[in-house]
């Protein structure tokens, strides 16, 4: 199978640093918090609230950035690879919509009228969405991954998928609700999470996410230097590249 592909290196990049920039917010989120989540104990100021205040929306444009870029460069190739990408679309967007449609009304909703049902319902729903983007990267080049980045591929999403999401999901049935005052004024309820990750089986998973994490990144690295090399031969006039 070959044909010049100018735009999916490029998003292969984008989303190694996409991947680079969840590992910052998740390592460094822990480090600071000693390995335990404390919901009352964060605040505007603090490590992990920045973090994910700067980092994570980055994150999320570089990641549409990519699949957007290499579904417009499938749409040439047909065949498997285009089919993938475009269900890595339709994941994409079905994450956001679930994200921004569902879990936030219903999550404000929650807050302002003290219901800890419909807040646990709102989790469900954000640790539901994200095993649509654990799954993102799977899809989105299995199509073209070598038969050693497959090999990196599956076990990756397994793991991934498996840990995260529990990570995600198990904390819900202990959360509980205090009474805050915002800005001085408002009262709204917050969600109350202690999670020792170090503790098990959390930590468990933990370990399965970022080994999960670690094989996305070899095999997006590994593809991004063969098809990276592959358009330098092209341009050449040498041979393009093979799966």
Same mark, same amino acid.
């Given at each position: 199978? +070959?044909?010049?592909?100018?735009?999916?290196?490029?998003?292969?990049?984008?989303?190694?640093?996409?991947?680079? %920039?969840?590992?910052?917010?998740?390592?460094?989120?822990?480090?600071?918090?000693? +390995?335990? %989540?404390?919901?009352?104990?964060?605040?505007?100021?603090?490590? =992990? #609230?920045?973090?994910?205040?700067?980092?994570?929306?980055?994150?999320?444009?570089?990641?549409?950035?990519?699949?957007?870029?290499?579904?417009?460069?499938?749409?040439?190739?047909?065949?498997?690879?285009?089919?993938?990408?475009?269900?890595?679309?339709?994941?994409?967007?079905?994450?956001?919509?679930? &994200?921004?449609?569902?879990?936030?009304?219903?999550?404000?909703?929650?807050?302002?009228? +003290?219901?800890?049902?419909?807040?646990?319902?709102?989790?469900?729903?954000?640790?539901?969405?994200?095993?649509?983007?654990?799954?993102?990267?799977?899809?989105?080049?299995? +199509?073209?991954?070598?038969?050693?980045?497959?090999?990196?591929? %599956?076990?990756?999403?397994?793991?991934?998928? #498996?840990? &995260?999401?529990?990570?995600?999901?198990?904390?819900?049935?202990?959360?509980?609700?205090?009474?805050?005052?915002?800005?001085?004024?408002?009262?709204?309820?917050?969600?109350?999470?202690?999670? &020792?990750?170090?503790?098990? =089986?959390?930590? #468990?998973?933990?370990?399965?996410?970022?080994?999960?994490?670690?094989?996305?990144? #070899?095999?997006?690295?590994?593809?991004?230097?063969?098809?990276?090399?592959?358009?330098?031969?092209?341009?050449?006039?040498?041979?393009?590249? &093979?799966?």
């Amino acid at each position: 199978m +070959g044909m010049e592909l100018k735009l999916t290196p490029m998003a292969l990049l984008f989303m190694i640093i996409c991947m680079l %920039l969840g590992f910052t917010i998740a390592i460094g989120s822990l480090i600071s918090m000693g +390995g335990e %989540l404390r919901t009352e104990a964060l605040s505007s100021l603090s490590i =992990p #609230t920045i973090l994910v205040s700067i980092l994570d929306p980055l994150a999320i444009v570089l990641e549409f950035a990519a699949v957007i870029m290499i579904f417009v460069e499938a749409r040439k190739m047909g065949g498997v690879h285009r089919k993938l990408t475009s269900l890595s679309l339709c994941f994409l967007i079905a994450w956001l919509v679930l &994200n921004f449609g569902v879990f936030i009304p219903i999550s404000l909703m929650g807050l302002t009228s +003290g219901s800890l049902s419909l807040v646990r319902i709102a989790l469900a729903v954000k640790s539901s969405a994200a095993i649509l983007q654990y799954i993102i990267p799977l899809t989105l080049i299995y +199509g073209l991954a070598s038969v050693r980045e497959k090999k990196l591929l %599956l076990p990756a999403a397994a793991l991934t998928t #498996t840990g &995260n999401f529990l990570l995600i999901l198990l904390p819900i049935w202990s959360v509980r609700l205090t009474l805050t005052r915002l800005a001085g004024m408002m009262l709204i309820y917050r969600p109350v999470i202690e999670v &020792n990750y170090l503790s098990q =089986p959390y930590l #468990t998973l933990l370990l399965m996410g970022y080994i999960g994490g670690i094989l996305y990144m #070899t095999a997006y690295i590994s593809a991004y230097f063969r098809l990276r090399r592959s358009l330098i031969s092209h341009q050449k006039g040498r041979p393009t590249w &093979n799966v």
